[in-house]
């Protein structure tokens, strides 16, 4: 649970950085080319049409187009380039707008690219907590995580059912919750063994640590199909994961009750 709390809170922070970073936002150093894409707003496009307004005056950061592509989904026409960063480029932001020739000016792409003098500026200035002091991409290392917490979860979910069915192989169940109700002196015991396994009203159970060690005893007092009850005093050692024993009997006391 702990690794898949981790992942989910890194998967949170990668969407917070990005929601913070803004839409169409490239951040980028000296000497590096970014690969982009985006549709065609107009049927029939040639190279020619293809507009690129926001290229910085010294040619250091400039907007490349390659070429024109359908898309894998749609087959709608997209557009393919490269954002090229030279190896002295002015710091700071520039802002890019790609349009084409007879195209509604609603459809102008916007971009904004941000120059970092370094990798080490470009992560201290990262909106996201896992790239600055992590440097890692947090979307990618939240992939990793997320189903490294699903596999243990599930090899967890298998050694459970494993104790579990050696424990009743040998008449014992095991403990998965207690409850104290406020000022009560009592506090609820629940294991997972009833009905089904042959539990009834006033049997007698005792408690054990996974060590062995003797914790506490007490009667059933509640019996469904698939577990049970004990009502234990609220100092009781007993806690979750640890073994039941059911004597095969009521107890004693129990049994003069229902004589009674």
């Given at each position: 649970m702990v690794v898949?709390?981790?992942?989910f809170?890194i998967?949170?922070d990668?969407?917070?950085?990005?929601?913070?970073?803004g839409?169409?936002r490239?951040?980028?150093?000296a000497?590096?080319?970014?690969?982009?894409?985006?549709?065609?707003?107009?049927?029939?496009?040639e190279?020619?049409d293809f507009?690129?307004?926001g290229?910085?005056?010294d040619?250091?950061v400039?907007?490349?187009?390659?070429d024109?592509?359908a898309s894998?989904?749609f087959?709608?026409?997209?557009?393919?380039?490269?954002?090229?960063?030279?190896?002295n480029p002015g710091?700071?932001?520039?802002?890019f707008?790609?349009?084409?020739k007879?195209?509604?000016?609603?459809?102008?792409?916007q971009?904004?690219?941000v120059v970092?003098?370094?990798?080490?500026?470009l992560?201290?200035?990262s909106q996201s907590?896992?790239m600055r002091h992590?440097?890692?991409?947090?979307?990618g290392?939240?992939?990793?995580?997320?189903p490294?917490?699903l596999?243990?979860?599930?090899?967890?979910f298998l050694?459970?059912?494993?104790w579990?069915?050696s424990?009743a192989?040998h008449?014992y169940?095991?403990v998965?919750?207690t409850i104290?109700a406020?000022?009560?002196?009592i506090?609820?015991?629940s294991?997972?063994?009833?009905?089904?396994q042959?539990i009834?009203?006033g049997?007698?159970?005792?408690?054990?640590a996974?060590?062995?060690?003797?914790a506490d005893?007490?009667?059933v007092?509640?019996v469904?199909?698939?577990h049970?009850?004990?009502?234990l005093?609220?100092?009781?050692?007993?806690t979750?994961?640890?073994?039941?024993?059911p004597?095969?009997e009521?107890?004693?006391?129990a049994?003069s009750?229902?004589?009674?």
């Open positions: 898949f709390l981790a992942g809170a998967l949170v990668g969407l917070a950085a990005e929601m913070r970073r839409p169409n490239l951040d980028v150093t000497n590096s080319e970014t690969a982009l894409s985006g549709p065609i707003p107009v049927k029939k496009a190279l020619e507009y690129v307004q290229d910085a005056p040619g250091q400039k907007l490349i187009l390659d024109f592509f894998y989904w087959g709608s026409g997209m557009w393919r380039g490269r954002l090229v960063v030279g190896d710091l700071g932001e520039y802002p707008t790609i349009e084409f007879d195209a509604p000016a609603r459809s102008a792409q971009y904004r690219v970092w003098p370094n990798m080490t500026a992560r201290e200035g907590w896992v992590l440097d890692w991409n947090p979307f290392l939240a992939a990793i995580v997320i490294c917490a596999v243990l979860g599930l090899f967890n050694l459970g059912r494993h579990a069915h424990l192989a008449g169940g095991e998965f919750k104290r406020k000022d009560s002196p506090m609820e015991v294991f997972g063994m009833g009905e089904q042959g009834h009203l049997q007698y159970c005792y408690f054990y996974p060590d062995g060690v003797y005893e007490g009667a007092v509640m469904e199909k698939g049970s009850a004990v009502n005093d609220k100092d009781t050692k007993v979750s994961g640890h073994v039941v024993y004597v095969r009521a107890c004693p006391a049994k009750e229902e004589s009674a």
